[in-house]
């Protein structure tokens, strides 16, 4: 069974790092795509970032220049470098694999629906 644990969140203070981790198991993550969302209190899920098996990547305009997406096929991990934190960055933070032939990673931010097997997230709390 495909299977996401995110790890590596915390309570930073603004403009300082974090680097998320979401490890796979039950599949290989080589040809997969997969994508980073987020969700704060009160509001939707949104995308943050995603990467292809390509390699390419993508993200929303609110964290651009500031986060980057890379995978580490051997270690079947997908990580996510995050600098400049800002308070409005504080969020539950989901990893997730793209359902195949919806573009997901193409236009994105895209719509939670086109992905699936989700994490169980990991907090993200950017705070003075």
């Known amino acids: 069974q495909w299977q996401f644990v995110e790890s590596g969140g915390g309570l930073v203070q603004p403009g300082e790092s974090l680097r998320l981790s979401c490890a796979a198991s039950?599949?290989?993550?080589?040809?997969?795509?997969i994508g980073w969302f987020r969700q704060a209190p009160g509001k939707e899920r949104e995308g943050v970032s995603c990467i292809k098996g390509s390699g390419s990547t993508n993200y929303a305009d609110s964290v651009k220049g500031r986060f980057t997406i890379s995978r580490d096929n051997a270690k079947n991990t997908v990580y996510l470098q995050m600098n400049s934190l800002k308070p409005e960055d504080t969020a539950v933070y989901y990893c997730?694999?793209?359902?195949?032939?919806?573009?997901?990673?193409?236009?994105?931010?895209?719509?939670?629906?086109?992905?699936?097997?989700w994490g169980q997230g990991t907090q993200v709390t950017v705070s003075s």
């Open positions: 039950g599949f290989t993550l080589d040809y997969s795509t």
């Open positions: 997730a694999a793209a359902l195949p032939f919806r573009g997901a990673c193409v236009a994105f931010p895209s719509v939670p629906s086109d992905w699936h097997y």
